[in-house]
């Protein structure tokens, strides 16, 4: 099956920085998510990319298919910004597989 | 729309005892999937649903799990015998056609 790694695994910013997150997939895929997890386990939907660039606010990400990865980018961030950060992917069939996850601290 | 709603929301059980979990999905979402989530890992894929056929079941999903969804609407899990291994957060999501796949806020299952 596809194997999705994320980097990187934990990662502590100062409120107001900017930081990149990055999902390596070894497959070609049909769908990649960025998710964000809250204290409460809920999936907090952030992008829908299997290719291209999309921005929403102080977030944005791309993925160059080609060549099989993803970032996702922070700027200014907030305390609220804390928490997990997942990529998953789907290749031929329909389930995700998820990276094991950055775990971002964003201190006051 | 409402989003996917999955009930009980926590739920604390004895080994051995049978436990049965509810996922709602959006309305009008075709696919339904259930995932499972340990403590530290990224969530993992256990069965897949297009309408009311089971078209997937993982190999982590042992005989002691059934799922259903009679009628394409919303889904059951039901986890046979419990044992501790069991504990994780069992997480629903739809979607439509391959798209965004929406998340539930899962079902806390710890088996004492």
């Known amino acids: 099956g596809i194997q999705v790694e994320q980097s990187p695994p934990d990662l502590i910013l100062q409120e107001g920085a900017n930081s990149t997150l990055r999902c390596n997939f070894s497959?070609?895929?049909?769908?990649l998510q960025w998710f964000h997890q809250n204290p409460w386990g809920q999936l907090i939907n952030l992008f829908y990319i299997p290719s291209g660039t999309k921005q929403n606010g102080r977030l944005s990400a791309t993925t160059v298919a080609t060549e099989r990865y993803s970032l996702l980018y922070i700027s200014s961030s907030q305390t609220t910004d804390s928490g997990v950060y997942f990529c998953a992917v789907g290749g031929s069939n329909y389930k995700l597989t998820f990276g094991k996850g950055t775990l971002l601290t964003v201190n006051p | 729309d409402t989003g996917v709603s999955q009930d009980p929301r926590h739920k604390i059980t004895k080994r051995g005892q049978n436990v049965t979990f509810r996922c709602d999905p959006i309305?009008?979402?075709?696919?339904l999937y259930w995932y499972r989530q340990t403590l530290g890992q990224g969530p993992e894929f256990l069965t897949y649903f297009q309408n009311e056929a089971q078209l997937e079941k993982s190999r982590l999903l042992s005989d002691r799990f059934s799922a259903e969804r009679p009628k394409g609407s919303f889904s059951t899990l039901e986890i046979q015998r419990t044992e501790q291994g069991d504990s994780a957060m069992y997480l629903c999501?739809?979607?439509?056609?391959?798209?965004?796949?929406?998340f539930g806020p899962g079902t806390r299952l710890t088996v004492l």
């Open positions: 309305s009008e979402h075709n696919r």
């Open positions: 497959d070609s895929v049909n769908n």
């Open positions: 999501a739809s979607s439509v056609k391959r798209d965004w796949q929406f």
